[in-house]
């Protein structure tokens, strides 16, 4: 295990292995939401590797899915149908203790804790992110107040790891430790009234709601687009070719992976081919991947 003052960094070799941990879970969500008639697709890094690479990016350190509500909701009703021995669902209505506004698949049997989330009581392992993509208003000022509100929310479910970390400043201690008393439960219940109107037959455009706009985190969008992404990704669908298995990714791969990274074919320079996630303790297992 690579050591660090901020906490472990994985070795090249435990980074391949938690990745075919990660594609076994993927595999098998597959097999469960084609079983059902469940619609998904993989998104962000994950569909730029099946793109550039037919897999992974080699340095990339996590998995990502994508659903619309309608879908999220449906598979979460038989999640339970997910090979237990190889991965289960995790949300907060699973898991009290988790304080994420998405799902995770986890790798049963292994143990994967970010650094400063070591106090957080929730199930850990290796996991996949499963990001419900819910409507957000029409307009452009309804968009942009709508962010403001899921950042507050955001920042509140954060708050049990921001009070603790060292990257937060005595002022943002304080305000994590107060927002800290709310109770995850109000902020679910809040949010559930704007995830209530989500359904795949509208128009608007889609997000998700508790983690930044996918359209702000790497590429400079327009004010009117940036705060939420065409359905019709999420809704047209292509077979991938993902580590010799085939998995649903959105056909316009091109306007998803701009909209996302610009110039997504060309590589990072060599010294930034790396995972920069650092993690507190990890237990990849002893079973055959």
């Not at 990339?60 to 899915?65: Q, S, V």
């Not at 010799?244 to 081919?273: H, N, Q, S, V, W």
Request: with cysteine.
């Amino acid at each position: 295990m690579g050591n660090s003052a901020k906490g472990k960094l994985m070795t090249p070799e435990e980074i391949r292995r938690m990745q075919l941990l990660q594609l076994g879970m993927m595999v098998e969500f597959d097999r469960v939401c084609k079983q059902e008639g469940i619609h998904y697709v993989i998104c962000c890094g994950t569909l730029l590797g099946a793109v550039r690479h037919k897999g992974y990016i080699p340095w990339d350190d996590d998995a990502d899915i994508a659903m619309l509500r309608e879908e999220y909701e449906r598979f979460k009703k038989i999640a339970y149908k997910l090979d237990k021995s190889i991965c289960f669902f995790q949300d907060h209505s699973t898991d009290p203790e988790y304080r994420w506004g998405y799902g995770k698949l986890r790798r049963t049997g292994t143990k994967y804790i970010r650094l400063g989330q070591e106090h957080i009581n929730s199930q850990t392992g290796v996991y996949v992110d499963i990001f419900p993509m819910d409507d957000i208003p029409r307009t452009t000022i309804g968009q942009v107040i709508n962010d403001i509100e899921c950042f507050l929310w955001r920042k509140v479910l954060y708050s049990e790891v921001g009070k603790y970390s060292p990257d937060s400043n005595a002022l943002q201690k304080w305000i994590y430790t107060r927002l800290s008393r709310i109770p995850t439960d109000y902020v679910f219940e809040k949010m559930r009234h704007i995830t209530d109107k989500s359904n795949n037959r509208t128009n608007n455009r889609v997000r998700v709601l508790l983690f930044p706009s996918f359209g702000r985190l790497y590429v400079k969008n327009s004010v009117k687009d940036m705060y939420g992404m065409p359905k019709i990704w999420f809704k047209q669908i292509h077979r991938y070719e993902f580590e010799g298995y085939r998995l649903d990714g959105i056909r316009d791969y091109d306007a998803f992976l701009k909209y996302m990274y610009d110039d997504y074919m060309t590589l990072p320079p060599e010294e930034e081919r790396r995972a920069k996630v650092y993690v507190s303790d990890y237990d990849l297992g002893e079973f055959e991947v």
